[in-house]
């Protein structure tokens, strides 16, 4: 059981360039989330999913873009990258949570991102 | 947003007893509180949750006064292995938009 697994582990890009960070979960869980994570800073929300198809804007969304087609995976794309984008990028999810309760995230363990 | 406040770091010794509070004026009606522990270069790791009063597992207590504008993480005995960043988090999973984390408290678990 891998829980949630974000690829690749890190990665260095030179301004401008674009990619794509997987992140996958395999507890069909239908909540997915990417945080952003700055030197000495808590997690910040960029985008997160509440289902297959589904996306919507978190705290830090601009310069980011995501995409949920399989309810297993999510990605977040990067079309122009900046060095103010340079950070730890983290991937969470978690089950949909019964009415008058609530779920902890399971997060992956990350990946640095370095724009030069 | 519920804005959460907590101390920047704490230092202790093994076998002690710590208490992590967080500070959480504006919390919603429907907000839980959400504690996570996170080791350098990992991913945060769930420890507790809860939405009033004391809730108890294998590895902490979390204490929620009436009001629940702040909430205390306690953690006995701590080890070494304790040592990490302990974030508090206040919000609803279900509303995604309104997670927030806090600051963090580093603790440092010495011998």
């Known amino acids: 059981n891998a829980g949630v697994t974000q690829t690749p582990k890190f990665r260095v890009l030179k301004t401008g360039q674009s990619m794509t960070l997987l992140c996958a979960q395999d507890?069909?869980?239908?909540?997915m989330y990417w945080y952003r994570q700055d030197p000495g800073m808590g997690l910040r929300l960029i985008h997160y999913?509440?289902?297959?198809?589904?996306?919507a804007k978190g705290e830090v969304p601009d310069g980011y873009n995501v995409s949920r087609l399989k309810k297993q995976n999510f990605l977040l794309g990067l079309e122009s990258a900046a060095p103010s984008q340079t950070s730890v990028y983290f991937c969470?999810?978690?089950?949909?949570?019964?009415?008058?309760?609530?779920?902890?995230?399971?997060f992956g363990d990350g990946t640095r991102l370095s724009i030069l | 947003l519920a804005k959460t406040t907590q101390p920047i770091s704490m230092d202790s010794y093994e076998g002690q007893e710590v208490n992590i509070t967080c500070s959480h004026n504006?919390?919603?009606?429907?907000?839980?509180i959400t504690w996570y522990q996170q080791f350098p270069s990992q991913g945060p790791r769930f420890i507790i949750q809860?939405?009033?009063t004391k809730v108890t597992n294998e590895v902490a207590s979390l204490f929620i006064p009436a009001d629940r504008k702040s909430s205390t993480l306690s953690l006995p005995r701590v080890s070494l292995s304790d040592t990490a960043v302990y974030y508090c988090?206040?919000?609803?999973?279900?509303?995604?938009?309104?997670?927030?984390f806090g600051t963090g408290t580093q603790l440092k678990v010495e011998l």
């Open positions: 969470a999810s978690s089950p949909r949570p019964p009415t008058g309760s609530d779920q902890p995230q399971h």
């Open positions: 809860g939405y009033k």
């Open positions: 507890m069909n869980h239908e909540y």
């Open positions: 999913s509440v289902g297959e198809g589904t996306t």
């Open positions: 504006n919390i919603a009606t429907n907000d839980y």
């Open positions: 988090l206040v919000g609803t999973t279900g509303g995604g938009n309104k997670l927030t």
